[in-house]
């Protein structure tokens, strides 16, 4: 069997572990069958020259803003982005399954042409997320429904989509929630891999990161609790059965 490899934006321990955890349970394999590297730490050159290494890859989220200015980035940043865009250079040109959760929008939107911007900011939280037409008939969105909750937080989004990609959801506070590119390559605005005790972790994780005013912790994971988020996580389930080899 082959695995799954994630790539990782974060470097706070907790939130990470948390992210890795969760990608596995909710792809419905052991943690052990999905690799982990953290872009921008370690080596990734390999990656772009034996994708058939691995069954899929999964990009995480984190506090990377891919529309920032670059000279407002960290150097890990900008060899994370590097490396990245080496990736996902590979992945597009062989159609290969990718599914990036978060800052998979600004960076598959950005590679690809898209607006990404910060006209559409949502705070941390549940979401309430619409499929397109042709979302629903995607095979990553069987059994979700036509609208469904979701938790996430964000401070770029993608303003105006790639003229080649289909989008597959929306929601009122951000115009792209979910698209593709062919017919194997994802990205989410809303985080499939996040549930409850995920969000809690990334709230105390992110709270001095500009996410929201740490005095509205507290607030933040009320909300976030008051919501029944059980349908993003059927992303994962689809994604493992249609492409684990």
């Known amino acids: 069997m082959r695995p799954f490899l994630l790539l990782s934006i974060r470097s706070e321990q907790a939130a990470a572990d948390d992210e890795h955890a969760a990608f596995a349970r909710f792809l419905g394999v052991e943690q052990d069958e999905v690799?982990?590297?953290?872009l921008g730490v370690d080596d990734?050159?390999?990656?772009?020259?034996?994708?058939d290494d691995w069954s899929g890859v999964l990009l995480g989220g984190g506090s990377f803003t891919w529309s920032d200015d670059a000279a407002t980035k960290s150097a890990a940043q900008l060899r994370a982005?590097?490396?990245?865009?080496?990736?996902?250079?590979?992945?597009?040109?062989?159609?290969?399954?990718?599914?990036?959760a978060c800052y998979g929008i600004g960076t598959l939107g950005g590679h690809q042409g898209g607006l990404v911007?910060?006209?559409?900011?949502?705070?941390?939280?549940p979401l309430?997320?619409?499929?397109?037409?042709?979302?629903?008939a995607d095979p990553l969105f069987a059994g979700v429904p036509a609208h469904f909750a979701a938790y996430g937080g964000h401070k770029e989004a993608l303003t105006r989509p790639p003229a080649h990609a289909v989008v597959l959801a929306t929601s009122e506070a951000c115009p792209v929630q979910a698209f593709r590119v062919g017919e194997h390559v994802y990205a989410t605005q809303f985080h499939p891999e996040l549930d409850l005790a995920g969000l809690h972790t990334r709230i105390d994780t992110y709270a001095t990161h500009g996410y929201f005013d740490p005095s509205e912790a507290d607030t933040l994971r009320?909300?976030?609790?008051?919501?029944?988020?059980a349908h993003p996580m059927t992303l994962?389930?689809?994604f493992a059965r249609r492409y684990r080899r």
Do not use: K, W, Y
């Not at 911007?117 to 939280?125: K, L, Y």
């Open 44 to 51: 990734v050159g390999d990656v772009a020259s034996r994708l």
């Open 236 to 238: 994962l389930r689809n």
């Open 117 to 125: 911007d910060r006209a559409f900011p949502e705070p941390v939280g």
């Open 128 to 136: 309430s997320v619409t499929t397109t037409e042709a979302g629903r």
């Open 222 to 229: 009320a909300a976030g609790a008051a919501v029944e988020v």
């Open 81 to 100: 982005e590097a490396d990245l865009v080496l990736v996902l250079d590979a992945v597009v040109e062989a159609d290969f399954p990718f599914l990036g």
């Open 35 to 38: 690799h982990r590297r953290l």
